[in-house]
C-alpha cells in the first residue's frame, strides 16, 4: 500500500521494523534516549523515532503481501517521523504492554488503535484525539444472538486489554480474551466462540467483505483514539499534536480514514 505523502520515508519502514522486530526478540537492553530530530526531541536511538505497535490490528497496523508493515496508524506514525526529518522504526509489541505504558520503556511513542481512558491516563500522557471511535457485536447469521441482553451466557471473544474486554466484564458477558484481532476473528469463523466484540473500526472492517456475519448491536461509548507518549514529556506531545494539526487542517487525515475505513466505520 502507498504511505501518502512523504514516502521517501515509508520506503525505511520495512528494513526498520525488521531490525526492531529482531531487537525486541532478543531481549537486548533497552536503548539509551538520545537527541536527534529538528525539534531537538529525546529519541531512544539518535535519528529515529521508535513506535510500538500491536501487530496485526486490521486496519491500524498489519502486515502485507509483501512483507511491509502498513495501515492507518503507521501511515500517521510515518507522518511523525517525516515532519522530524527521522527514519520510522516499528516494534511488533503486546497491547496490554501498550495500553499499560510498560511500552514507552522502549519506544518514543506508542500508536496502535488506543483508546484514552482516564485509567490509561495514569500511566502515560496522550496526543490529541485522531479519531472517534465506538463499540459494535458481531455473530454469524441466523445466530439467536441479536444484542448485548442475548448475548448473556454466550461466549464472546474480545482481544485482551481492550476497551471491548473492559466492557463485556462489565456488563457480565462471558468474555474469551485473546492476543490479537486476529486471533479473535479466526475464533469466530471457526465457531469455537459466539459472538465477537469490539471496536467498530476493527470489527466492521474485519467483516466487510464476509458472508454469514452481522452486526447485532452497534454501543456508543465515544470512545477516542490518540498516541501515547511518555509522561511528561511535552515536547513530545508538541511534535506529534503539530503533526495531527496539519493533517486534520490540510484534509490528509480524513483522506486516510477513508481509504483504510470506507464505509467500515
Known sequence: MKIPSRTFKGL???AAATLALTAC???GNEAEPSEGGEAGLSLMTEG???VCSDIPY??????DENGEIVGFDIDIATEIAADQDVELSIIDDSFEGIQSGISLNKCDVSISSISITEER???MDF???YMEDDLVLIAPEGTDITDLESAQDKRIAVQAGTTGETFGQENGLQTIGF??????????????????????????YAIKDETGFVRVEEIETGEQ??????????????????????MEESGELGELEAQWFGEAE
Not at 58 to 63: G, I
Not at 188 to 200: H, M, P, R, S
Not at 226 to 243: L, P, R
Open 12 to 14: 525505511a519502514i520495512a
Open 25 to 27: 526478540s532478543s531481549g
Open 225 to 246: 483514539l490518540g498516541v501515547s507518549i511518555k509522561k511528561g514529556n511535552t515536547e513530545m506531545a508538541d511534535a506529534v499534536n503539530g503533526t495531527l494539526q496539519r
Open 48 to 50: 529515529q523515532l521508535t
Open 58 to 63: 486490521e486496519p491500524f497496523e498489519f502486515t
Open 179 to 204: 492476543d490479537d484481532s486476529g486471533l479473535q476473528i479466526q475464533a469466530l469463523k471457526a465457531g469455537t466462540v459466539d459472538a465477537a466484540l469490539g471496536n467498530i473500526s476493527v470489527l466492521g
Open 121 to 123: 491516563k495514569g500511566n
Open 127 to 129: 496526543s490529541d484525539p
